[in-house]
């Protein structure tokens, strides 16, 4: 791990975390850039669909890190990228594909355990193998660990908490750094997640779910804003341009 890449590590500080506003271009990155953020990271969401994507890797990786090269040459801070599955069907396809987006600058990836087609789980295992292909290029991953996403809010639980310690327990094991695990919305369950994961963990934000200041109470170490920046964007961009249009009505 470079210094770059350590000192990025170095802000996962559970009860004082960092906190990302997610940015799709170089124009929002420079934005949150002078808002006083300390680290920058795009999201998936916002940058397939500001390019004319849908999210699930059907944005090119070529197209993906060019955005990504255009993203480093406003900013300073470190940056990571939102690399979704990997982008690759196999572990040494996604070593391969990480290993372009740490040569282009990035200090990190966020790395999901399920399939972008089929939304399916990788057996623990294999999202494992993909794990430790992208750790091999240095950076600082972030696994995302999607179990709350695949199940229904009512069946969420403190089982549900120990099912993601134990696939998180797999991917330190490969080389994972922190453990994303968006879409848990009870404080108690956040809490039991922070105490179980062997990494710093990282939560995602949103109706229903406990804000900034909460999270760091309970010891979340990273906490990230998705596609929601994008969303209010293009809203408020939306609601600017029919007023616009209604002007002379």
């Not at 480093?72 to 372009?100: K, N, Q, W």
């Not at 623990?124 to 240095?138: H, K, W």
């Not at 039991?192 to 963990?201: A, D, H, I, Q, S």
Request: charged content about 20%; proline content about 5%.
């Amino acid at each position: 791990m470079n210094n770059r890449v350590k000192a990025f590590g170095d802000l996962h500080v559970p009860g004082d975390p960092l906190v990302l506003y997610n940015i799709w271009d170089a124009g929002s990155a420079k934005a949150v850039s002078e808002a006083g953020a300390k680290a920058i990271a795009t999201g998936s969401w916002g940058v397939a669909c500001a390019l004319g994507f849908k999210d699930g890797e059907t944005l090119p990786l070529d197209a993906a890190l060019e955005n990504l090269e255009r993203i480093l040459s406003v900013t300073d801070l470190p940056v990571t990228i939102d690399m979704e599955a990997g982008y690759g069907a196999d572990p040494a396809a996604v070593g391969a594909s990480v290993a372009r987006a740490a040569s282009a600058g990035a200090v990190g990836i966020n790395i999901e355990d399920k399939d972008p087609v089929t939304r399916k789980l990788f057996e623990t295992a294999d999202a494992a193998a993909r794990i430790g292909a992208a750790a091999a290029s240095g950076m600082w991953i972030n696994a995302r660990a999607d179990l709350f996403i695949l199940t229904p809010k009512e069946q969420h639980d403190a089982a549900l908490v120990d099912a993601v310690a134990e696939r998180a327990k797999a991917y330190a094991d490969a080389g994972a750094n922190s453990l994303f695990v968006p879409f848990i919305y009870d404080a108690g369950l956040i809490a039991r997640l922070c105490e179980k994961l062997p990494l710093p963990v990282n939560i995602l934000v949103g109706d229903g779910i406990p804000d900034i200041k909460a999270l760091a109470s309970l010891g979340v170490a990273r906490i990230s804003h998705g596609h929601g920046p994008w969303a209010k964007a293009m809203q408020d961009l939306g609601e600017a341009a029919k007023q616009a249009m209604a002007s002379l009505k």
